[in-house]
């Protein structure tokens, strides 16, 4: 069984994917820390990730593992573990933008549809449902209001010692929203199959009694 969640950034698609993995069993894959660890790798490397002829040298030998620590999940990139560093605001928006890129995209999606064959899982991202599994079981997408989702992201990274301001997180989820829906290679889109969840007004423990409920019909 497959689960597809998608959405934007702060819809909170992440937190109930978790949940939702924990509470039937299954495995999690988080597919926005894969690109988020190719970004940080690459920016490490002195590369420029809005220009593909610096991204694309780092693909050749590239070597990503994937798995789980102490409920965590950990992703490394050529023996170097990314993930104290992948959620830094700086690395959001590299993400988006190294993601444009179709040959990252191929090569991730390679590694995302290998686990989804092997086991039952939850899949979150922004192209789970449209692109990396068209024929998964269930798909939802997650969305809200960009102010909240501002204002999560930022309890977020202040409970992290990041102190960015309201303004600047907001900016930057905006036009985050706009890279990942305007891209031309397996953009953000709503799947007509999906099942459409605005979590604005919702709490985290709603919105699991609802899929769950979907999932159990």
């Given at each position: 069984m497959n689960i597809a969640i998608d959405g934007p950034g702060g819809s909170g698609?992440?937190?109930?994917?978790?949940?939702?993995?924990?509470?039937?069993?299954?495995?999690?894959?988080?597919?926005?820390?894969?690109?988020?660890?190719i970004a940080y790798y690459a920016l490490k490397k002195g590369a420029d990730v809005?220009?593909?002829?610096t991204v694309l040298p780092l693909l050749t030998d590239m070597d990503m593992k994937v798995w789980e620590e102490n409920?965590?999940?950990q992703v490394s990139v050529n023996g170097i573990n990314t993930t104290p560093f992948i959620r830094e605001n700086r690395i959001s928006m590299a993400a988006s933008?190294?993601?444009k890129i179709p040959a990252v995209r191929i090569k991730l999606v390679e590694l995302q549809r290998n686990v989804a064959q092997k086991c039952d899982?939850?899949?979150?991202?922004r192209d789970i449902g449209s692109y990396v599994l068209p024929n998964a079981d269930y798909k939802f997408y997650m969305t809200a209001d960009s102010r909240v989702r501002a204002q999560r992201r930022q309890?977020?990274?202040?409970?992290?010692g990041q102190d960015i301001s309201f303004e600047e997180i907001l900016a930057d989820i905006e036009k985050r929203?706009?890279?990942?829906?305007?891209?031309?290679?397996?953009?953000?889109?709503?799947?007509?199959?999906a099942v459409v969840i605005d979590t604005t007004n919702l709490t985290i423990e709603e919105v699991t009694a609802k899929i769950l409920a979907l999932l159990c019909k």
């Amino acid at each position: 069984m497959n689960i597809a969640i998608d959405g934007p950034g702060g819809s909170g698609k992440s937190t109930i994917a978790k949940i939702l993995a924990k509470t039937l069993r299954i495995a999690y894959l988080d597919t926005g820390a894969m690109y988020r660890a190719i970004a940080y790798y690459a920016l490490k490397k002195g590369a420029d990730v809005t220009d593909e002829s610096t991204v694309l040298p780092l693909l050749t030998d590239m070597d990503m593992k994937v798995w789980e620590e102490n409920g965590v999940q950990q992703v490394s990139v050529n023996g170097i573990n990314t993930t104290p560093f992948i959620r830094e605001n700086r690395i959001s928006m590299a993400a988006s933008t190294v993601s444009k890129i179709p040959a990252v995209r191929i090569k991730l999606v390679e590694l995302q549809r290998n686990v989804a064959q092997k086991c039952d899982c939850v899949l979150d991202g922004r192209d789970i449902g449209s692109y990396v599994l068209p024929n998964a079981d269930y798909k939802f997408y997650m969305t809200a209001d960009s102010r909240v989702r501002a204002q999560r992201r930022q309890s977020e990274l202040h409970a992290k010692g990041q102190d960015i301001s309201f303004e600047e997180i907001l900016a930057d989820i905006e036009k985050r929203d706009l890279q990942d829906k305007t891209r031309s290679f397996a953009p953000l889109v709503i799947c007509p199959d999906a099942v459409v969840i605005d979590t604005t007004n919702l709490t985290i423990e709603e919105v699991t009694a609802k899929i769950l409920a979907l999932l159990c019909k």
